[in-house]
């Protein structure tokens, strides 16, 4: 298929950006998002042009780095996938394609289509953790009794990878989402109640300083997220930030 895309293109941080034209042409419906923006730059090399940045890493979903506006969506057309996971056949010959990076207050572009995301590890070094005894009195993890409802609702809140398509989905550019699965899945296992209280205190206080807006409750985040992390995980987060504001 023939296709023209339309691709937001910014030299660094702080020059301004502009949406610039492309066309590319025999692209097989087989082919992921990613590999058709390979086509591209390579196109561009050869031609002596400068490549798109864009952020990948594993290609297979579950490093979360491919981060990319596509038609107005995040992660584009298909649902519950990431960039990397989306293919050529979900467009059709002729069609003209918007390529924009996460657009955040928190998430600066730092060039064409890779933002920073650091605000996210940041978040994470603020309570993303379980303090172990590893003096040699360990407990083995498989003595302490958890419900299977409780395993799986904290795997399924472990699932996150961190893209940001929450954020960047977000009319308020709110965080929550992340947040409430990072909270989620610790809340929900005994390893994490020693720091629960400090965690999730913390964590939603580092998510203001960044910058995030608040919830208002619209569940686009869920719709856009690729590992269908639910709103629940946010009611749990606010259940545990009250538990913990009351105690001091
Ligand atoms: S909650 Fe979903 S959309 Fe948000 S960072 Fe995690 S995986 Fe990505
Ligand atoms: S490149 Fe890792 S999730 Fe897409």
Redesign the pocket.
Known sequence: MNLTLKIWRQKGPQVKGKMVEYKVNDISEHMSFLEMMDVLNEQLVNSGDEPVAFDHDCREGIC?MCSLYINGE?NGPDKKITVCQLHMRMFNDGDTIYIEPWRAKAFPVIKDLVVDRTS?DRIQQAGGFISVNTSGNTQDANALPISKHAADEAMDAA?????????ATCKNSSAM??V??KVSQYALLPQGQVEAADRVINMVHQMDLEGFGNCTNTGA?EI????G?TLVNIARMNREYLKASLKG
């Open positions: 979360g995040a996210f699932t996150c990878i961190g893209c940001g398509a929450c954020v989402l992340f409430g699965a985040c856009e997220c690729p590992k992390i």
